[in-house]
C-alpha cells in the first residue's frame, strides 16, 4: 500500500519493477483502514511542505508501526520521524535538485542523490535505543535516512526513485521488498 501525500510516479514504477501489486490509498485514509488491506508493507510517499501540518497522517503512521513493514521517502521520512517521537525543522535553505552527497554510515558508500525538501528530522530528538541514523548529508550533516532497530521499518530523505538520475539509491526498492518477504515468510 501506497500512502498518497503527493507521490511521484516513479516510486509507483519503480515499486512495479520490484513485482510489487500497489495499492494507493489517499493521505486521508487510516491506518484501520490500511491494515484492513492487509498490506504486504506501506510505504509513505514524498508530498510537499511541512509535516507539522499533517498531523493525521502522523497518526495514521503511528497506528502502522509494529504491524507492517514501512519505508518512507522524502516526507514520508518526516512523519515517521515524528511517529517515533522525534521533531522536524525548517531548513534555513532547503534541499533541492541533484547532486547531493550522502553517506551510508553502515558502509561508508556515498551516494549522488537528488532531494525536494525544506523540513529535516532533528537527530537529536530520536530515541537512539530504538531509531538507527542510516543516513547522513555530507554538505550539511543533516540526518537523511533511518531504521528502527526491531521493527521492519526504514526511511530517507531522499529522492531513490530519481528519474533521469542519479540511480545510486534505487537498491532501497529491493531492501523494501526484502523485508516484506522475510516479514510474510516468518
Do not use: W
Amino acid at each position: 500500500v501506497v500512502l498518497d501525500c503527493g507521490v511521484k510516479f516513479n516510486i509507483l514504477r519503480e515499486l512495479a519493477k520490484n513485482n510489487c501489486r500497489v495499492t494507493i490509498v489517499s493521505a486521508k485514509t487510516g491506518a484501520k483502514e490500511i491494515l484492513d488491506l492487509k498490506p504486504d508493507g506501506v510505504l509513505l510517499s514524498n508530498g510537499p511542505g511541512d509535516p507539522s501540518a499533517v498531523p493525521y497522517v502522523v497518526e495514521t503512521v503511528r497506528g502502522l508501526i509494529g504491524k507492517t513493514p514501512i519505508f518512507g521517502i522524502c516526507l514520508g521520512h518526516q512523519m515517521l520521524g515524528q511517529a517515533f517521537g522525534g521533531k522536524t525543522f525548517k531548513l534555513k535553505f532547503g534541499h533541492h535538485g541533484g547532486n547531493h552527497p550522502v553517506k551510508d554510515i553502515k558502509t561508508g558508500k556515498v551516494a549522488i542523490t537528488v532531494q525536494n525538501h525544506g523540513f529535516c528530522v532533528d537527530i537529536d530528538t530520536l530515541n537512539k535505543k530504538e531509531i538507527e541514523i542510516t543516513h547522513s548529508n555530507l554538505n550539511d550533516g543533516t540526518l537523511e535516512g533511518m531504521r528502527h532497530k526491531k521493527l521492519p521499518i526504514f526511511s530517507v530523505q531522499f529522492h531513490p526513485e530519481s528519474a533521469p538520475g542519479p540511480h545510486d539509491a534505487e537498491y532501497l526498492f529491493g531492501r523494501f521488498v526484502d523485508m516484506m518477504k522475510r516479514k510474510k515468510n516468518a
